[in-house]
C-alpha cells in the first residue's frame, strides 16, 4: 500500500488515519502483513509523526479491521525500532534517535560505498543504462518537490546498485539500515535537499559510468554523510520529533 502522491496526505494533520486505507482479506496472517505495511508507511512519511501516540481503534475503524491485526503489526513494527510501548500509556511512534541514526549511517556508509566501488569495476551496461534512466526520473522530480515519488527513485537508485552485486545478505543489511533512516530521510526532502541529492547521485553516476571506482566510493561516502550533517539542523528546528 503506497501514497500515489502528495495529495493523499492533504488534511491528515487534523486526522492523520484517513492516510490509511481499508484492506480485504480473511488470512490473519496476510491482514497483519497489510496492516503493517500500511502503519509503516504512514510513520516512514511522517504522516504519523514520532512522538504520536497510536489510536489502535482509530486503525481498526479505518482500515476495517479487528484489533489482532493491529496489535501484531504493532509489535512487529516495536521490534523493527518504529514504535514503542509506554506502560499504561499505549504505543507511540517511537521518536527518531541521532546515536540511532549515525550507527545506520555507518553500516549503510560502509557497504555501499563498497558497492559502488565494485559496480564501477563491472562495466555492467544494463546496469548503467538502469540508473542513467533512474536518473532522468529523478531530474523531472527533484526541481518541482515532489518529495515522495522522487523518495522512491531514491530508493530504486540504491536497489540498482546493490543488485548489481548481487550479494543478497548485504542488500539484506542494508535494506535493515535504510528503514531505520528513511523517517530522517523525509525530514529533509525539502525542495533544495531534493537537488542536492539528486546532484549527489549524479556524482556516483558519473565515476561509475567513468569506471573510477574510488572516485565512485568517495561520492557515495559523501552523500551518505551529508544525512547526518542535515539532522543536527533539523534537530535544532523540530526538537519534538528527536529522542533526548
Keep these: 500500500m503506497s501514497y500515489s502522491s502528495e495529495s493523499d496526505l492533504v488534511g491528515v494533520a487534523g486526522n492523520p488515519y484517513v492516510a490509511l486505507q481499508k484492506i480485504s482479506g480473511s488470512e490473519r496472517g496476510s491482514l497483519t502483513d497489510a496492516v503493517e505495511q500500511a502503519l509503516k508507511e504512514a510513520i516512514v512519511t511522517l504522516v504519523l509523526e514520532p512522538g504520536m501516540m497510536i489510536d489502535k481503534m482509530a486503525v481498526c475503524d479505518r482500515m476495517g479491521v479487528s484489533r489482532f491485526p493491529v496489535s501484531a503489526a504493532l509489535a512487529r513494527l516495536a521490534h523493527a525500532g518504529l514504535v514503542e510501548v509506554l506502560p499504561q500509556r499505549g504505543t507511540r511512534v517511537k521518536p527518531i534517535a541521532l546515536d540511532d541514526i ?8 560502509a557497504l555501499e560505498v563498497e558497492t559502488v566501488r565494485g559496480v564501477a569495476l ?31 527513485l531514491d ?30 530521510r523525509q525530514l529533509l526532502a525539502s525542495p533544495e535537499r531534493l537537488v542536492h541529492t539528486l546532484d549527489e547521485h549524479e556524482l556516483v553516476f558519473d565515476a561509475i559510468r567513468a569506471g573510477k571506482a574510488d572516485v565512485a566510493a568517495k561520492a557515495m561516502h559523501e552523500h551518505l554523510d551529508q544525512v547526518v550533517a542535515e539532522l543536527h539542523r533539523s534537530a535544532k528546528e523540530r526538537p519534538d520529533l528527536f529522542a533526548s
Design 155 to 184: 530508493l530504486a537508485f540504491h536497489e540498482i546498485l546493490l543488485d548489481a552485486v548481487n550479494l543478497p545478505r548485504v542488500k539484506e543489511i542494508v535494506a535493515v539500515s535504510r528503514n531505520a533512516l528513511d523517517r530522517a
Design 122 to 152: 563491472m562495466h555492467d551496461r544494463a546496469t548503467i543504462d538502469a540508473l542513467a534512466e533512474n536518473l532522468e526520473q529523478q531530474r523531472k522530480l527533484a526541481g518541482n518537490g515532489q518529495r515522495l515519488a522522487f523518495h522512491t
Design 102 to 109: 549515525r550507527q545506520h549511517l555507518f553500516i549503510r556508509s
